[in-house]
């Protein structure tokens, strides 16, 4: 079963539990994928990556939301959003640990040669390809900046 038909099927299933957080939630992902898979070129196809980027992206909007939210002293609206945050992770990968991700960079740098600075964004394009749907973009840059620092002054 791919993720969009998933999602349909918890719809359902939080309908009958009377969970309104997910409900509300899975409505909103179901909304996104069918856009996704009607937009121009798409072939009314959705896959599991781009569904799962597709629901990182919502996760992501909804932390930021909710960092606003706290940030103007208004906690019941940060808790919503984190609420629906909850929902969509059931969705997403298991994240990578920090020494998971610093594994696979450094195995990374070692494909691509990089030695510099300079080569920061022909690692990132792997990086972001590869691991991607198990860690965010920023948490990358900052470990691909940091490995090819140590790298460019251990030479």
Known sequence: MNLFDQVSEDI???????????????RNIKKVFLEAKTAPG???????????RLVQKLAKQGRDAAAIYAGQNRPELAEAELAQVSVMER??????????????IRDIIAQTGATTL??????MG???????????????SAKVKQLLEQQATNH
């Open 42 to 52: 798409a072939n009314d196809t959705l896959d599991d990556a781009t569904a799962i």
């Open 91 to 104: 969705y997403l990968p298991k994240p990578l640990t920090e020494a998971e991700l610093e594994a696979a």
């Open 126 to 140: 792997i990086a972001t390809k590869e691991l991607g749907a198990k860690a965010e973009g920023k948490l990358i």
């Open 118 to 123: 300079k080569d920061m964004g022909k690692v």
């Open 12 to 26: 359902k299933a939080a309908m009958k539990a009377r969970d309104h957080v997910a409900l509300d939630t899975l």
